[in-house]
T-cell receptor, first 112, second 114 residues
Framework: QKEVEQNSGPLSVPEGAIASLNCTYS??????FFWYRQYSGKSPELIMF????GDKEDGRFTAQLNKASQYVSLLIRDSQPSDSATYLC????????????FGQGTELSVKP | DGGITQSPKYLFRKEGQNVTLSCEQN?????MYWYRQDPGQGLRLIYY???????QKGDIAEGYSVSREKKESFPLTVTSAQKNPTAFYLC?????????????FGPGTRLTVL
């Protein structure tokens, strides 16, 4: 079992719809969870981080964490073509400083 | 401006050559990381350093070497022992501590073996 798993996609949604990106992780001791966006040919940029169970909202983005189910998700409301990118889920490696474990990423395509 | 810089942006290597990728940060971050990304793949950790003069191997350290002589700098050398080095290399830094373990990335170096 991979430590951090994401559906590779591509996930295609129409403009204005809600895009839902999902991630599961295997280490129950993980405390910090991150979503990065990566445009083709560019480096990842941080969108959101979440530490506590529940929802965290920032503009059109909502991160959801359920530690009991070892599940973290990212919702993008009112999706725009500019949201088309690969979204990487990352989870901290328990007791290993700032080391992160990355999923393979989900490619999102928002169609006008 | 504060940030992480990587150079060069593009690098071409001949078979049997060693090449060094630069990573510099002026964010006063303690820890620095090197990742490799292959097409359609996630990030794989090569080496990381949490303090000056100390570093640890990541998941794919074979064929790579690093140094951390200054807090601001963490260069990566891709040696001739790395048989398939063509990839996108990303450097990241983080200020360690409770609630501050967010990693920020440099722009990356794309290495191609000729």
């Amino acid at each position: 079992q991979k430590e951090v798993e994401q559906n590779s996609g591509p996930l295609s949604v129409p403009e204005g719809a809600i895009a839902s990106l999902n991630c599961t992780y295997s280490d129950r001791g993980s405390q910090s969870f991150f979503w990065y966006r990566q445009y083709s040919g560019k480096s990842p940029e941080l969108i959101m981080f979440i530490y506590s169970n529940g929802d965290k909202e920032d503009g059109r983005f909502t991160a959801q964490l359920n530690k009991a189910s070892q599940y973290v998700s990212l919702l993008i409301r009112d999706s725009q073509p500019s949201d088309s990118a690969t979204y990487l889920c990352a989870v901290n490696a328990n007791n290993q400083g700032g080391k992160l474990i990355f999923g393979q990423g989900t490619e999102l395509s928002v169609k006008p | 401006d504060g940030g992480i810089t990587q150079s060069p942006k593009y690098l071409f290597r001949k078979e049997g050559q060693n090449v060094t990728l630069s990573c510099e940060q002026n964010l006063n971050h303690d820890a620095m990381y090197w990742y490799r990304q292959d097409p359609g793949q996630g990030l794989r950790l090569i080496y990381y350093s949490q303090i000056v003069n100390d570093f640890q191997k990541g998941d794919i350290a074979e064929g790579y070497s690093v140094s951390r002589e200054k807090k601001e700098s963490f260069p990566l050398t891709v040696t001739s022992a790395q048989k398939n080095p063509t990839a996108f290399y990303l450097c990241a830094s983080v200020r360690t501590g409770v609630g501050t373990d967010t990693q920020y990335f440099g722009p990356g170096t794309r290495l191609t073996v000729l």
